[in-house]
C-alpha cells in the first residue's frame, strides 16, 4: 500500500507545533505562578497563605513535568 508522505509530514509538524505549544504553556504558568507566591515565601519559605503553598507545589510539579 502506498502512503501519501506529504499528510505523514503534516502529522509530525503538527505533534511538534503541539509539543513545543505545551511547553511553553507549562513555562507560563510557571512565571506567573511565581508571581502569585509572596514576598515573605520567597524569602524563608514560610508563611501564613495557604495560596503560597499551593503555587509552590504547582511550580514544582509542572517543573519536574518539563524534565521529562
Given at each position: 500500500?502506498?502512503?501519501?508522505?506529504?499528510?505523514?509530514?503534516?502529522?509530525?509538524?503538527?505533534?511538534?507545533?503541539?509539543?513545543?505549544?505545551?511547553?511553553?504553556?507549562?513555562?507560563?504558568?510557571?512565571?506567573?505562578?511565581?508571581?502569585?507566591?509572596?514576598?515573605?515565601?520567597?524569602?524563608?519559605g514560610?508563611?501564613?497563605?495557604?495560596?503560597?503553598?499551593?503555587?509552590?507545589?504547582?511550580?514544582?510539579?509542572?517543573?519536574e513535568?518539563?524534565d521529562?
Amino acid at each position: 500500500m502506498i502512503s501519501d508522505m506529504s499528510e505523514l509530514e503534516n502529522k509530525l509538524y503538527f505533534t511538534k507545533g503541539y509539543e513545543a505549544g505545551v511547553e511553553l504553556e507549562r513555562k507560563r504558568i510557571i512565571v506567573m505562578a511565581q508571581a502569585r507566591i509572596c514576598f515573605d515565601f520567597h524569602q524563608s519559605g514560610k508563611c501564613s497563605h495557604s495560596v503560597c503553598y499551593v503555587m509552590a507545589e504547582l511550580v514544582e510539579t509542572i517543573a519536574e513535568a518539563l524534565d521529562d
